[in-house]
């Protein structure tokens, strides 16, 4: 019994503090706007007002935060012994506005920040579903989708039906989704060019903010590819070309990397770990802890 009560009691605890304890948050980000937000609440999840992104930064201060690249962070998280609370924002995906208004507002907050880049979203090739999805959405009153006539009237209408379709596409690769937006007769690629030009960050923009050093780029695959569901062949190519191609074109060494969806497997770490990345980050779970396998490392949302 004693020698329960000592392990139980003392020695974890002990690891806990030595081993296991939070050493701070990794925020994870997609779009920072300036007054409009997107209609349908799914989409709004993916945006944080410019003056919350300041309120997020002034609260993490005020508990005792410091700000740091994520260079830092990880050598913080490896180091054996440390007292310091740290935090640094990630961006997923590479929407425009993280070079148009965060950037700027970052800059003069003094707050490293990483950008994870989907090179189809830089290349101005990116299937912009969820945004095509609510566009069609919002600008009629009832809408026939597989067969079965919508009547959405109301905001809540639109929301449900945007629910469902969300939930039906999310599993699909973007070749059906497509398909399937092209079958119940939305004009795609007039829609979905219309969102690329207006949100998607281009190579200039991503080559002016890359080359300060308060910017931190990592890969976000090639075509966001949820890496679990592709072939070997498929996702060693996401995970090396969206390496390659942001180091020659920004000229810098890439070695972090976000799993589309938060997406991860045995498979896909191994391979990350192959390919030379250094760690790999989630798109959930709170704070860092110091014994997190590098390649799963969690992530805080600010808005849950
Ligand atoms: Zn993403």
Redesign the pocket.
């Known amino acids: 019994m004693k020698l329960l009560y000592f392990i139980k009691d003392i020695l974890r605890p002990l690891y806990n503090k030595l081993f296991r304890y939070y050493i701070g948050d990794v925020i994870v980000l997609?779009r920072v706007v300036d007054g409009e937000q997107s209609k349908a609440t799914k989409n709004k999840l993916l945006e944080i007002q410019k003056n919350e992104l300041v309120q997020l930064i002034n609260q993490y201060r005020n508990d005792g935060y410091e700000f740091v690249s994520l260079d830092v962070f990880m050598k913080e998280k490896n180091r054996l012994f440390t007292n310091k609370r740290i935090a640094t924002i990630t961006f997923?995906?590479g929407y425009r506005d993280n070079y148009a208004i965060a950037y700027p507002l970052l800059k003069e907050l003094k707050a490293p920040f990483s950008v994870f880049i989907?090179i189809d979203i830089i290349e101005q090739k990116a299937a912009l579903w969820w945004y095509v999805l609510e566009d069609i959405l919002w600008s009629q009153k009832e809408i026939i989708l597989d067969g079965k006539t919508y009547t959405i009237n109301t905001d809540e209408e639109k929301n449900d039906v945007f629910d469902i379709v969300h939930a039906k596409l999310s599993g699909l690769d973007t070749k059906d989704t497509v398909s399937w937006f092209k079958k119940n007769g939305v004009d795609w690629d007039t829609i979905n060019t219309k969102y690329i030009k207006s949100i998607c960050m281009t190579w200039s923009e991503l080559q002016a903010i890359a080359k300060d050093s308060l910017c931190t780029v990592g890969s976000?695959t090639l075509t966001?590819a949820r890496l679990p569901l592709q072939s070997t062949d498929v996702r060693i190519n996401e995970l090396k070309q969206s390496k390659s191609i942001l180091e020659e074109r920004l000229n810098c060494n890439v070695h972090f990397i976000t799993y589309?969806?938060g997406a991860c497997s045995a498979e896909v770490e191994s391979d990350v770990r192959k390919i030379g990345y250094a760690a790999g980050f989630l798109s959930r779970g709170g704070s860092v802890r110091k014994d997190q396998n590098r390649y799963r490392i969690t992530r805080t949302k600010w808005n849950q």
Do not use: E, N
């Open positions: 997609h997923d995906d989907s976000h966001h589309p969806y």
